[in-house]
C-alpha cells in the first residue's frame, strides 16, 4: 500500500471526519472508498476531447434582397429622426 498525504479546505476535513467517525470508520479508508467509487463511476480513461466548430446558425435566409438593403436603412433612419423631433 502506498502512503499519500492530501490537503483539504477545513470545512471538508470536519464533514469527511464526523461522517467517518459515525460510521466507525478511518478517515484513510472512507478516502479509499470514495476514490474507488469515483473511479468506478467516471472510469480511468480521460474522454476524448471533441473538436470544437463555430455553431451554425440558422437564421432562415436573407428576407431584404441586399440592393434594397440601403434604401431600406436610408428610409428608417429617416423616420427616427422624425420621431425625435
Same mark, same amino acid.
Given at each position: 500500500?502506498?502512503?499519500?498525504?492530501?490537503?483539504?479546505?477545513?470545512?471538508?476535513?470536519?464533514?469527511?471526519?464526523?461522517?467517518?467517525?459515525?460510521?466507525?470508520? @478511518? *478517515?484513510?479508508?472512507?478516502?479509499?472508498? $470514495?476514490?474507488?467509487?469515483? &473511479?468506478?463511476?467516471?472510469? /480511468?480513461? =480521460?474522454?476524448?476531447?471533441?473538436?470544437? @466548430? *463555430?455553431?451554425?446558425?440558422?437564421?432562415? $435566409?436573407?428576407?431584404?434582397? &441586399?440592393?434594397?438593403?440601403? /434604401?431600406? =436603412?436610408?428610409?428608417?433612419?429617416?423616420?427616427?429622426?422624425?420621431?425625435?423631433?
Amino acid at each position: 500500500m502506498t502512503r499519500t498525504q492530501i490537503q483539504l479546505p477545513d470545512e471538508l476535513y470536519k464533514r469527511a471526519k464526523s461522517f467517518a467517525v459515525k460510521r466507525e470508520l @478511518s *478517515l484513510a479508508e472512507m478516502t479509499r472508498r $470514495g476514490l474507488e467509487l469515483f &473511479l468506478a463511476r467516471f472510469g /480511468d480513461e =480521460a474522454p476524448a476531447a471533441k473538436r470544437w @466548430s *463555430l455553431p451554425k446558425v440558422r437564421a432562415g $435566409g436573407i428576407k431584404v434582397p &441586399l440592393t434594397q438593403l440601403h /434604401d431600406i =436603412a436610408a428610409e428608417d433612419e429617416s423616420t427616427c429622426s422624425l420621431r425625435r423631433k
